[in-house]
């Protein structure tokens, strides 16, 4: 079965290094999303992908970046962690843009 | 001020009640509208989307009001597998804005 998948689960890491989650679909969905979720607030967008070679940012895009090299894949990297970035991190994608997003199961990434 | 807003509960309901909960959006030129549901720690996943002339899937009933900028949720007889939290989500172009959720709880 298609699926997406989110690596790894969890994580802790110091502040200042570099700490990169991985997100593999296998449904061949052009359009990807990485999203962080925190209390009291909703999902927030941090990047998005249309395709290949193709990367925007959201809203939250600070102190991350993403690349896509082929369409399954959509690494997430924090260049420096910092302890404002602890939350939990999804990743989504959809077929199409105004068609259902499909959610991986998260990592919860701490940052001390 | 939040693009979606809801009011975050909890909602603390008996087995077989009917609960009901809205969110307000921002945007009055929003195009489309969900509700997720997101379990305990788990990712979000589409429940049903809301269409403006209101539709029901089951024992889920959700209404739009674009005039007010409202989309809400009803549950009927509310089961204990229904004990969940409520995502409402707004599209605008490409983006969704996510509410904070609403928290349900279905007691037996």
């Known amino acids: 079965d298609a699926e997406i998948t989110q690596s790894p689960r969890h994580k802790i890491t110091e502040t200042g290094r570099q700490v990169t989650l991985a997100c593999h679909q296998t449904w061949n969905h052009n359009n990807m999303f990485w999203y962080r979720q925190d209390l009291g607030h909703g999902l927030r967008l941090i990047h998005y992908s249309y395709g290949v070679h193709d990367t925007n940012k959201g809203e939250v895009s600070d102190g991350y970046s993403v690349s896509r090299s082929n369409t399954e894949d959509l690494p997430l990297t924090l260049e420096s962690a910092a302890s404002s970035q602890t939350s939990v991190y999804f990743c989504a994608s959809s077929s199409r843009l105004d068609n259902e997003q499909f959610f991986g199961p998260g990592t919860r990434l701490t940052v001390l | 001020r939040k693009e979606v807003e809801q009011d975050p509960g909890p909602f ?12 307000t959006y921002s945007n009055s030129a929003s195009q489309s509208f969900f509700w997720y549901r997101q379990d305990c720690r788990k990712e979000p996943k589409l429940l049903m989307s809301v269409y403006s002339s209101g539709n029901e899937d089951g024992r889920f ?43 349900v709880t279905v007691r037996a």
């Open chain 2, 12 to 23: 603390n309901v008996p087995e077989g009640a009917t609960v009901a909960f809205n969110c």
């Open chain 2, 61 to 103: 009933t959700a209404q739009l009001n674009r005039a007010s900028q409202y989309i809400s949720l009803l549950i009927r007889d509310s089961k204990l597998s229904d004990s969940a939290t409520y995502l409402c989500v707004v599209r605008d172009d490409y983006k969704l804005s996510f509410g904070a959720g609403t928290t």
